[in-house]
């Protein structure tokens, strides 16, 4: 008999949705809370309350979606395509309306004279003493430009929330529009995810994440050098936008013409018929979960709402401390990110194999273990030693993969075949309910103690993460004969 293999061409297919997913989010945690600074002038704590909002819809609107897609017929194009291709559209129209609302307020500011030194003197924003002849055409290497930086820095976003204040009509148009993007991207992620699991046999799921996570990871680079190249030091973001919206686009007329979602499920079902693959939680499907079960279920949605409440953390005013507290440019958040993929990228095939060996449980503690530790030597990297910061994330992308890579199989293991993409709303539940209050919770540590702490918070709540899944008994995978000798990802 032929070994039981991932046909990895198809996972990679079905992933360009996933890809979708991870170039969006990764424009987004860049981008959005920059602007919220530089354009509305929010406070870290008001900038984590509006980037919360997309986890706490996400908490109602994920399981909603993957339930409904559950329920779906889909006898033309599947179950879980429709919302995939009517959420991107969607998404994609948005944005577009999105970024005009951004352009027209930041243009406002600028003939405002808010890039102006004289004009924030003169409106009472900045210091006199910035323009004497001593600051005057400082170099970067100056040991006053870093000063003088940060003055003008400071006194651009005063100004900005004033006005901001003084008009709000420009922000509350901004989130309205930003509520219904964040629908329509909650619309088809718990759908593209939950595809990976209808045409994967359960044995393979942790390598089939490890491919959707791949697809991911493309799109996060893809994301990281859009904006690495059209992010302005100064000006409006609305280019950005618009070509994110287009590559969404793009990458949208690929999955349509490489995926036939109801093809790809019946050969799922005639493998599993194939090989004797007698599922037994797909074969009492009307049941319940036993007791055991259910208290391993929710310490593993425990673990995850505390590694996401760690991990986001970070993610969410890394842009915003990279550039106002560091001093970095964009395309230096660039870099950073960039090693935070690479470490992903360069764990993902080893966390694959290492899974198959010793399960998701073992895999996902040392996940969280590197990742712990990895964010703590970022308390002492300043703007003279911002190099530092690539070497922990790198390690901390490590990190990442095998968490994300095991978690998700892990509450996947405990569904049954008609209400995967359900359990998969599930697990979004836990992680995006962490995503709605860490950015707030991290920006008050941020306003209150020092913008470095946000690292400590990380580490801490990873930590917490750590024990929780110590004590996890059921859903890990059980490595068996054929998954091990055909290799992670051709098993």
């Known amino acids: 008999m032929d070994k039981l293999k991932l046909n990895k061409f198809s996972v990679c297919r079905i992933g360009i949705a996933f890809l979708i997913v991870m170039l969006f989010w990764e424009v987004y945690d860049f981008a959005v809370p920059i602007l919220l600074e530089r354009t509305y002038g929010l406070s870290d704590s008001m900038r984590g309350l509006i980037m919360g909002l997309d986890n706490l819809l996400a908490v109602i609107l994920l399981p909603l979606f993957g339930g409904l897609s559950d329920r779906s017929r889909g006898r033309t194009f599947g179950r879980r395509t429709p919302f ?166 793009v990458f949208l007329m690929m999955y349509s013409l490489l995926v036939n ?102 895999s996902s503690l040392i996940g969280y273990f590197i990742a712990s530790v990895a964010f703590l030597p970022c308390l002492f990297v300043s703007a003279e030693n911002s190099f530092g910061l690539g070497i922990c994330f790198v390690l901390a992308g490590i990190g990442l993969v095998m968490v994300n890579v095991n978690t998700l199989p892990m509450v996947c293991e405990l569904s049954r075949g008609g209400n995967v993409g359900k359990f998969t709303g599930y697990y979004y539940v836990a992680a995006m309910s962490a995503q709605a209050i860490s950015p707030f919770l991290a920006g008050l540590v941020m306003e209150n103690i020092h913008d470095n702490m946000m690292f400590v918070f990380a580490s801490v709540c990873i930590a917490i993460a750590f024990v929780i899944m110590a004590f996890v008994k059921f859903g890990d995978s059980k490595p068996n004969k054929e998954d091990a000798k055909s290799g992670a990802l051709d098993a």
């Open 261 to 362: 979602e109801n093809k790809l499920c019946k050969t799922r079902y005639e493998n599993e018929k194939k090989y004797n693959i007698i599922d037994e939680e797909e074969s009492v499907g009307s049941e319940k979960l036993s007791r055991g079960k259910k208290i391993s279920f929710v310490l593993i949605l425990l673990s995850i709402f505390f590694w996401f409440m760690g991990y986001n953390a970070v993610k969410s005013h890394m842009s915003v401390y990279a550039t106002s507290v560091l001093g970095m440019p964009a395309s230096g958040v660039g870099l950073i990110n960039f090693a935070n993929g690479f470490g992903g990228a360069l764990a993902l095939l080893p966390v694959a194999w290492l899974s198959s060996k010793i399960g998701r449980k073992k």
């Open 84 to 249: 995939i291709i009517i959420g991107t559209v969607s998404a994609s129209i948005l944005l577009i309306v999105l970024a005009l609302i951004e352009n027209v307020q930041f243009q406002s500011l600028v003939n405002g004279g808010i890039l102006d030194a004289n004009t924030l003197v003169e409106k009472g924003f900045l210091d006199p003493k910035f323009l004497d002849g001593i600051y005057t055409g400082l170099a970067e290497s100056s040991p006053l430009f870093e000063s003088y930086r940060l003055a003008m820095h400071q006194a651009s976003v005063q100004m900005a929330l004033e006005n901001t204040i003084a008009n709000p009509i420009s922000i509350i148009c901004f989130v309205g529009v930003l509520f219904l993007l964040l629908v329509a991207m909650a619309s088809f992620r718990s759908p593209a995810v939950a595809l990976m699991s209808d045409i994967t046999p359960k044995p393979l799921r942790s390598s089939g994440n490890a491919l959707i996570n791949f697809t991911g990871g493309v799109g996060g680079f893809v994301a990281i050098g859009i904006y690495s190249f059209f992010a302005p030091e100064n000006g409006s973001y609305i280019n950005l936008f618009l070509l994110l919206a287009s590559l969404m686009c």
